[in-house]
């Protein structure tokens, strides 16, 4: 009964039921102004931020920034392939003997330049000479012998004639055959008597090709032989000389395009720092096949090498001159950039703000390039600084003055700082 009392009292029941929804409403309230609150705040530094990072006016730019540049320009442009190559002589003689005895004479000096014929050493000829003697004594001997077998077949023959039964037809027969065996015996003595001259030849080495002698590998009185594997001296011919060089597999068929329409293409060759050029030529042979390994191709450029500055097994940087383009648009190498839609390049417009745009590239060399498309001639490029540089961002180009005096400035600085380092290593 007293649990009916409590459900049907409604000032006990009413606080109950309400209790629930009032917190809840609440708590709704707290959470949509702690929102409310956040919002306003981010708002406000969002508007802050935006507000200092771009303010209205030029200075939306930024700062201007200091760059170099240079005009883009028209001309002509010579394309060249380089590759690294090796200095080779057109001939080298080991001169060597041809018989053996004792070496006489030595009539060389090393390093000497000699004419094809000249006579470098002498080989002890007596022994040869006395060989010559016998070989020409049996050549004499046997051929008084022949000449008395012909005399007597012309004897047979004519009694023959006369009376035929004085001479039998078998005796002239034997005497012709007589003769024609005398006659091989006398062939080779005279093949001995000119084998004898030629080692008697021999004995004075020369050489066989125009050059300079190397150091000599044998000494005046030593036994020489034709077995010796090192000979007496090497020759090497200095002028003219050839120079072996590569080429990529993809840059012959220009060059042989070129080579087989008679076309003299030019070859320059560079030390291993490519400064001035060592020596001028031309374009000789092309090997008649590609290096799998390396995938190149073998060529070989002819120069006059009067002056001989250039040098068996020398290494040398080759350049081959294949064409020359005008009236091409021509800008610096060092004005090119690369990103993710290729090439581009920085160009300075009104008001000294820059634009990047996209260009693109012929063949190039160190300095200059060729650009196909996207400048033109008068443009004014960033070659310099161009790391720093954004699209339409400003910049500063130096005066004449202040271009010619930086190169000063900074080998001055260059000079105070080596002079400060040498006087500190001297205080220590």
């Known amino acids: 009964m007293s649990s009916d009392v409590v459900a049907s009292d409604p000032s006990l029941t009413a606080p109950a039921a309400e209790s629930r929804p009032k917190r809840w409403r609440r708590r709704l309230a707290i959470l949509a102004a702690s929102l409310a609150a ?23 730019r930024g700062p201007a920034v200091t760059v170099e540049s240079a005009l883009v320009a028209k001309g002509g442009f010579p394309v060249t392939l ?40 002498q080989v002890d000829p007596r022994p040869y000479r006395l060989t010559l003697a016998q070989a020409e004594g049996q050549l004499r001997r046997d051929s008084a012998t022949l000449e008395n077998a012909e005399r007597d077949l012309v004897r047979y023959e004519t009694l023959r004639k006369k009376m035929a039964d004085a001479v039998s037809g078998q005796q002239v027969d034997t005497q012709r055959a007589l003769i024609e ?50 000979g007496l001296v090497v020759v090497t011919q200095l002028s003219p000389i050839t120079v ?36 001028r030529g031309k374009l000789a042979a092309i090997d008649n096949q590609i290096d799998p390994t390396t995938g190149t191709v073998k060529l070989r450029a002819l120069f006059a090498n009067e002056d001989e500055r250039l040098y068996p097994n020398q290494f040398v940087n080759a350049e081959v001159l294949v064409e020359k383009l005008q009236n091409v648009v021509l800008a610096p190498s060092a004005a090119v950039q690369r990103g993710a ?54 910049v500063t180009l130096p005066t004449p003055r202040e271009a010619e005096q930086a190169p000063r400035k900074a080998e001055g600085a260059a000079r105070d700082g080596a002079e400060k380092n040498g006087a500190r290593d001297g205080r220590s």
Do not use: C, H, M
């Not at 004075?204 to 125009?210: C, T, W």
């Not at 417009?349 to 190039?364: F, H, K, M, Q, W």
């Open 38 to 60: 956040l919002a306003a705040a981010g708002w406000s530094v969002k508007t802050s931020y935006f507000t200092e990072a771009a303010p209205p006016g030029p200075r939306a």
């Open 82 to 121: 380089s590759g690294l190559g090796t200095v080779a002589s057109l001939a080298t003689s080991v001169v060597k003997s041809q018989i053996s005895g004792q070496l006489q004479q030595i009539n060389f000096q090393e390093g000497q330049l000699v004419k094809a014929g000249d006579v470098l050493a």
């Open 181 to 230: 065996q005398t006659r091989g015996t006398v062939a080779i003595d005279q093949a001995l008597v000119d084998q004898a001259r030629l080692n008697l030849d021999y004995t004075r080495i020369v050489s066989l090709i125009d050059g300079q002698v190397g150091l000599r590998q044998v000494d005046q009185g030593n036994y020489v032989q034709a077995s010796d594997p090192n």
């Open 244 to 279: 072996v060089f590569t080429l990529p597999a993809r840059d012959l068929p220009a060059v042989l395009k070129r080579f087989r329409a008679g076309e003299e293409l030019p070859v320059s060759v560079y030390d291993k720092d490519r400064g001035k050029p060592l020596a």
């Open 341 to 394: 839609k290729g090439a581009f390049a920085y160009v300075v417009g009104a008001e000294n703000t820059v634009s990047a745009r996209n260009i693109v590239l012929g063949p190039g060399n160190g300095d200059a390039v060729v650009v196909e498309s996207g400048l033109r001639e008068g443009e004014r490029v960033v070659t310099l600084g161009a790391d720093r540089l954004r699209e339409g961002a400003s």
